[in-house]
Each structure stands twice: as C-alpha cells, then as structure tokens.
Nanobody, 122 residues
Framework: QVQLVESGGGLVQAGGSLRLSCAAF????????MGWFRQAPGKEREFVAA???????YYADSVQGRFTISRDNAKNTGYLQMNRLKPEDTAVYYC????????????????WGKGTLVTVSS
C-alpha cells in the first residue's frame, strides 16, 4: 500500500511559477513510475506529465516546455515544476504511482493522491 500526498498548490498570477510535491508513504515508490494529472472544473482528468524509474519523461503537449517533472527516490518524493503558468492551467493536480508508463497516454495507475488545487489568475 502506498499513500501519496500532494502539496504546493495555491493561487498564482499568470506567468508565475509553482512547484508541486508528491510525498509517498508506506512502500517505497522508487520501483514505480510517477505521473501528474489534472482536472479542471467541468472537465475530465487529463495527463500532464510522467517520469519512469529510468528517468525518461513524457509531457502533454499543452505543458511541454513549461513544466518539468522530477523525482527524488531517496526522499520518496516527486515534483512538478510549473513555469509560465496560464489561466487554463487552473485545476486540481493529482499525482499517481504508475505500474508502467511508455508514453503520454500509455500508463497503468496503481495509486492516486487526493490532489492539490492550482489557481492561475489572469
């Protein structure tokens, strides 16, 4: 069993930056990939970014070049650095433990966090 806890969300102006963290408790998640997803009001949850155990990363086209996913296995923590934020990035952001990931839309999720809200004002 792995518990994932996101933090770092908040209110930021357009063009600003935030860094989200995802702390894993219980079994170490260093054996798994890690992903970030988001759900905007009235929309379905969508893929944002993922990182394999090997360090290979994948990004949604909408965040490519602005967001950076990383992980620190020694701290059992993953991160999402978000730069040049836009109002359309407003959403609840969720981290997930991935049993596999081979592409932006090719992954299997075994655990979810409860999410952290990011609000970008114009």
């Amino acid at each position: 069993q792995v518990q994932l806890v996101e933090s770092g969300g908040g209110l930021v102006q357009a063009g600003g930056s935030l860094r989200l963290s995802c702390a894993a408790f219980g079994r170490t998640f260093s054996s798994y990939g890690m992903g970030w997803f988001r759900q905007a009001p009235g929309k379905e949850r969508e893929f944002v970014a993922a990182i394999k155990v090997s360090g290979t990363t994948y990004y949604a086209d909408s965040v490519q070049g602005r967001f950076t996913i990383s992980r620190d296995n020694a701290k059992n923590t993953g991160y999402l650095q978000m730069n040049r934020l836009k109002p359309e990035d407003t959403a609840v952001y969720y981290c997930a433990s991935l049993v596999y990931v081979t592409g932006p839309n090719k992954y299997g999720i075994n655990y979810w966090g409860k999410g952290t809200l990011v609000t970008v004002s114009s």
